[in-house]
């Protein structure tokens, strides 16, 4: 099937059926968590209404009680920012993207990280870990206290770019606190993480969760460069094919294709969600007409609903007192079918999100262009 053109249509139908978007799945947390290849983490709540749109029966519960028992973790991952991951991939897994956390660092920080001792900072950083978890801030200080001279937030960052470490749940109720501690991982797992590079799973990975895909896709998702080398070992046990720009396009020989008239159910899909974050090209999901109502300044990413399998708007829930309203803002003007498929699915995500509320509300917000 090589050179084998996929349309829009089925490379959208492709990923919701490796997102677990086309019908609600049974399954695990850790396994569900393993398949998506991890859960953006940036705010706690997210990834628990992703969960709930994937799989049937989903209870809050099912995931706190994964984190506690230390079989998901929250830590810096891909494109050096918060992600849920299984303890198993994460301990194969970091130091294949770690260079994608120093790229990052250096990014952000230019001079200010130049120069910097890193063996060092990590040794007073794991000490003062393995005396006790500490919150950020606090990690901070005691770095600075040992370089005073040079920028707290830089010194923070390159340990987190260069230590393996993972945030404790601390309560709440989405299993972490404001302000979280952090811990080693080897501390929290019991088991140090790979010291190898593993290219090769971590693109199996990526294409089982998010293929057909090109390349820049996998480099967008994971932060990492210079990919093209690992993908190309990798591309005789490979299908390729071509999207209708003519870019090459590679997947797993067994991974689902589904028909491009495959029907795509209505789906809340949460803030930061990485169903549109792990693709340059993110038109398999998005249209370019949408992409500024959706990413917004400071790296803020909207929730969104999808129509057909497409983004067609925003949502977000309004509390007053013991009134918990979902407020839905389409894009483009809605057939009554899709708004009430849409009313329907909304009070059961603003029943689950807020729980404790004695009122759910669905609400349209007309009007917006």
Not at 223 to 233: I, M, Q, S, T, Y
Request: net charge positive; hydrophobic share 40%; charged share 25%.
């Amino acid at each position: 099937m090589t050179g084998h053109v996929l349309t829009l249509r089925e490379l959208n139908r492709a990923t919701l059926a490796r997102q677990m978007l086309l019908a609600r799945e049974t399954l695990p947390v850790p396994e569900a968590v393993g398949r998506l290849a991890g859960l953006q983490a940036q705010v706690p709540g997210p990834p628990y209404v992703g969960l709930w749109t994937r799989l049937r029966n989903f209870r809050r519960e099912d995931l706190t009680g994964c984190l506690e028992r230390r079989q998901v973790v929250r830590a810096a991952l891909m494109r050096s920012t918060l992600h849920l991951m299984t303890a198993e991939d994460y301990l194969l897994l970091w130091s294949s993207l770690q260079p994608a956390l120093v790229r990052a660092l250096n990014a952000f920080f230019g001079k200010r990280a130049a120069g910097l001792s890193v063996d060092r900072l990590v040794a007073v950083a794991r000490a003062a870990l393995d005396e006790a978890p500490r919150a950020q801030g606090e990690l901070r200080a005691v770095l600075a206290e040992r370089e005073p001279d040079r920028d707290p937030a830089a010194l923070a960052y390159a340990v987190r770019s260069y230590l393996p470490m993972v945030q404790l749940p601390s309560g709440g109720r989405w299993a972490y606190s404001n302000r979280p501690p952090y811990t080693t991982a080897e501390s929290w797992l019991g088991r140090p993480v790979s010291d190898q590079e593993h290219p090769r799973e971590l693109i199996l990975r990526y294409l089982a969760a998010f293929g057909p895909a090109t390349i820049r896709d996998v480099q967008a998702w994971s932060g990492l460069v210079r990919l093209k080398e690992p993908v190309e070992a990798l591309k005789p046990e490979l299908r390729v094919f071509r999207d209708e720009r003519g870019n090459e396009l590679l997947d797993l020989p067994d991974a689902p294709l589904p028909p491009a008239d495959t029907s795509a159910p209505a789906r809340f899909v949460p803030e930061y969600d990485n169903l549109i974050l792990s693709h340059a090209d993110r038109s398999r999901v998005i249209s370019d007409e949408y992409r500024s109502k959706v990413f917004l300044s400071a790296g803020r990413v909207r929730a969104t609903f999808l129509v057909e399998g497409f983004v067609r708007g925003t949502w977000r829930i309004e509390k007053s007192r013991s009134v918990s309203t979902l407020v839905i803002e389409p894009f483009e003007p809605l057939s009554k079918e899709v708004r009430d498929a849409l009313a329907e699915e909304g009070e059961r995500l603003v029943r689950c999100v807020e729980d404790g509320a004695k009122v759910h509300n669905v609400w349209f917000e007309e009007g917006k262009p």
